[in-house]
Nanobody, 117 residues
């Protein structure tokens, strides 16, 4: 069972920045296409895809975060990062990482990001 552990969330003012980290406890990490997702606390909301970083290093972003968020990885540390800048109130959510394939690893606990003045 792969364990995913997200960290780095917190409370930040609009326009601020945060960098999230996610450690994936698996030797498969370096070959995995990794993604970040987020979920607001409204009941029934599905997880929203945020960004993907493919193992060949190219990346895709949701339109809502393009130009503001950057996904990166350190295969030696089995860690994927999400650098978030120019944060907006609508970025408030619990952020999760997982592989980008249809079949996911078990979800971690996520990390809460709250953007508020």
């Amino acid at each position: 069972q792969v364990q995913l552990v997200e960290s780095g969330g917190g409370l930040v003012q609009p326009g601020g920045s945060l960098t999230l980290s996610c450690i994936a406890d698996t030797s498969l990490f370096s070959s995995a296409d990794m993604a970040w997702y987020r979920q607001t606390q409204a009941p029934g909301n599905p997880r929203e895809w945020v960004a993907t970083l493919f193992s060949d290093t190219h990346s895709n972003y949701a339109d809502s975060v393009k130009g503001r968020f950057t996904i990166s990885r350190d295969n030696a540390k089995r860690t994927v990062y999400l650098k978030m800048t120019s944060l907006k109130a609508e970025d408030t959510a619990v952020y999760y990482c997982n592989r980008a394939t249809t079949i996911k690893w078990a979800w971690g606990q996520g990390t809460q990001v709250t953007v508020s003045s």
